[in-house]
């Protein structure tokens, strides 16, 4: 898909959002409860507020890409899982761009000065309760590829992603395995040998039935 279409499908977006394929909701086999962040137990104190960057920019020929990282294999939270930079708001944040773009800057060495970021809208939140977070997704747009550093100790690798990775058609992989004592089975998109699954993967999901539905 072309960044032009992209930019222009983000435009006006119909509400409520389309919902992203439903084979990439986690599931728990046999008859254990949902895995924590899709249902919320009972007494589990309310989610803080964060967000993540789903930054958009052409490659020479004009298709739309985006960036993910794979976190780092020591960091405390989602260790060598691909996810959005982002993270939690703080006080003073304009939240939730503010936050996304703040984030950005200290996880992957954004430099808006060099790149500066237009702002489209946000997707659906995701209450991502395993970690204590309800994310909001930013979408952003600038004119061509940034030049990205990595912090060491939150970022392992920085992925530049097509963007039609995403859309209506593309591979989804069904995985079953173990996670956190629970035998689940999950919808991922395959991207460079990694799998965007759970929360990432279900709103560039979103993402792509929003860009893949039909104009107006």
């Keep these: 898909m072309l960044l032009t279409e992209a930019v222009a499908r983000l435009a006006d977006p119909p509400r409520p959002l389309p919902e992203g394929p439903a084979i990439l909701d ?7 409860p949902d895995p924590p962040g899709w249902v919320v137990p009972p007494g589990i104190p309310p989610a803080r ?13 004009g298709e739309a890409h985006l960036i993910l990282t794979v976190r780092h294999p020591g960091a405390h939270r989602h260790a060598g899982q691909v996810s959005l930079p982002g993270g939690r708001r703080d006080p003073g944040d304009d ?3 503010g936050t996304a773009l703040r984030e950005a800057e200290e996880e992957i060495g954004l430099d808006r000065a060099r790149h500066p970021v237009r702002i489209l809208g946000t997707l659906d939140p995701i209450d991502v309760r395993v970690s204590g977070f309800l994310l909001v997704p930013v979408v952003g747009v600038t004119e061509r590829e940034p030049e990205l550093v990595p912090d060491p100790h939150e970022v392992a690798r920085i ?17 079953e395995e173990e996670w956190e004592g629970r035998r689940l089975r999950y919808g991922a998109f395959p991207v460079d040998g990694y799998r965007v699954w759970g929360a990432t993967g279900r709103l560039l999901g979103q993402l792509g039935a929003l860009l893949g539905s039909a104009p107006g």
């Design 26 to 32: 986690p599931r728990v086999l046999a008859r254990a």
């Design 95 to 97: 939240f939730p761009a």
């Design 159 to 175: 992925l530049h992603v097509p963007l039609r990775v995403f859309l209506p058609g593309a591979p989804i992989e069904v995985v």
């Design 49 to 61: 507020d964060a967000a993540g960057l789903v930054l958009l920019y052409p490659d020479p020929a």
